[in-house]
């Protein structure tokens, strides 16, 4: 798809080279911008100097690579240097959460000091990385507080939407860009810097933007655990959890989207975002009941999975079991909140031997089970030799390609544990295993 042309080049820094960031400053770079991009983990901004990739992301190393030739992306593990040549910055820090479901906001409200020290001609600071409803607010008055000057400057929420392993098409083609602008320069801002890219802006107030968030995530986690809970009475009912969600889907009122059912959600975002806007909502003085039992639903997702296989195998102590798909989703290496941690954590408890095998994940697996008695195979083949039980946890397309005759022969005893129903269930049934859907 074609690009508009760009109205008016930017100096802008993007701060926080994670997923949110990186894609964001190479993307803004490919517009026509100049970018820095600056993080506080020096060896993190010493390797992307030499074009070294901090995780995997399709197509993000060759934008990276491209625009940093071209002069037009830079990297500074310096802040204040960041802030001082840019007219706009790009917050995409981390808001991990607390253990009480409330987002920390320490690298925000740093950033947000450090802008007041550097003020000294007019600036946009633009929330980009998820936080609470009002955190813009809490942003202007801080910066306003540690400011020493009467320079004006803008705060705008502009919430990120794009899915890990379509980042960079999804930060070029988004489905809408929010803009949570209060006063007309601001937007004009926003608008130019976005020019080249053609979707429908949507502008609003800076707490409207925040919560249009909240509100998208926390409706996306709702519709999996909705589809999660009609799987469970498809098992109990004998129905087809797929041709349901199929059905479902062809209602243009209800989509297709986000009605794959299977071990629940996982990843930086959803799991996070679902606590801390019930957590939010509470504060404010409303009980998000609805997300509390969107949370219970999909913590059960991975037990019952887990059970599912204890049905069938009996004992699982000293039962090999190889588990394929460890990241949160396919096409990428992130293993946060990745439901792969809980099952195997499940199966280690319960004795199993483990294989496991990830094609991106294996690094950070095997940091996350340091300590634990798992095998890491190189390959699906190897990891399923000899094996009483084979789980997808994650639809990596290699794995729908993996020659099943083979795999058969390989195992122990032939029964397919299918946590994403990403099998052809009567396919499998045919060549002589047994399967284990979710609600199918
Ligand atoms: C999500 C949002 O989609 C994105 O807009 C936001 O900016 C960040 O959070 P992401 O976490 O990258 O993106 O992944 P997504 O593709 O949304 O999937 C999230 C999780 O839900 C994955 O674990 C996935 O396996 C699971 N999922 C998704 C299902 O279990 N069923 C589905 O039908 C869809």
């Known amino acids: 798809m074609k690009r508009e042309k760009l109205i008016k080049k930017y100096n802008i820094c993007v701060v926080g080279a994670g997923h949110v960031g990186l894609v964001a400053a190479a993307g803004f770079a490919d517009l026509g911008h100049k970018v820095i991009c600056v993080d506080n983990n020096k060896a993190r901004i010493a390797a992307l100097k030499k074009n070294i990739m901090p995780f995997y992301e399709p197509d993000m190393e060759e934008l990276v690579k491209k625009n940093f030739k071209a002069g037009t992306l830079a990297f500074s593990p310096s802040l204040d240097e960041g802030i001082k040549k840019s007219r706009v910055i790009f917050i995409a820090v981390g808001t991990p959460p607390l253990p009480d479901g409330s987002a920390d906001l320490t690298a925000i409200e740093n950033v947000a000091m450090c802008v007041a020290k550097n003020l000294d001609s007019h600036k946009v600071i633009v929330e980009k990385s998820t936080v609470p409803v ?59 810097i976005y020019s080249p890219i053609k979707t429908e802006f949507v502008f609003t107030d800076i707490n409207t933007a925040e919560l249009i968030k909240h509100a998208s995530n926390s409706f996306l986690a709702t519709k999996i655990s909705f589809i999660n809970s009609v799987s469970r009475v498809c098992d109990l009912a004998g129905a087809d959890v797929d041709k349901v969600a199929l059905a479902m889907g062809l209602d243009k009122r209800i989509g297709p989207q986000f009605l794959n059912a299977g071990i629940g959600y996982g990843g930086f975002c959803f799991p996070k975002d679902v606590e801390a806007f019930t957590f939010i909502s509470k504060k404010l003085g409303y ?87 798992i095998i890491f195979a190189k390959d699906s083949y190897t990891a399923v030799k000899g094996a009483d039980c084979v789980c997808f946890l994650t639809e990596w397309g290699e794995f729908k390609k993996l020659d099943f005759v083979k795999v058969k022969k390989m195992m122990q005893h032939a029964l397919l544990a299918d946590g994403r129903n990403m099998l052809d269930k009567a396919q499998m049934i045919k060549l002589g295993f047994e399967y284990i859907g979710m609600g199918r």
């Open 287 to 373: 009980d998000f009941g609805i997300l509390k039992e969107v949370k219970k639903v999909n913590d059960e997702q991975r037990s019952h999975f887990v059970n599912k296989i204890k049905e069938r195998l009996w004992v699982l102590k000293g039962k090999k079991i190889a588990v394929l798909g460890l990241s949160f989703k396919p096409d990428t290496d992130d293993m946060r909140f990745a439901p792969s941690e809980d099952i195997v954590n499940l199966l280690a408890q319960e004795g199993a031997a483990l294989s496991l095998y990830d094609p991106k994940a294996k690094a950070e697996a095997q940091e996350l089970f340091k300590g634990k008695n």
């Open 134 to 192: 009002q955190t813009g607010q809490r942003l202007k008055e801080t910066i306003k507080r540690y400011k020493n000057n009467d320079v004006e400057f803008d705060v705008v929420s502009n919430p990120e939407f794009l899915r890990e392993g379509k980042a960079v098409y999804d930060f070029f083609y988004p489905d809408r860009l929010v803009i949570g602008a209060e006063s007309a320069r601001a937007k004009a801002i926003m608008q130019e």
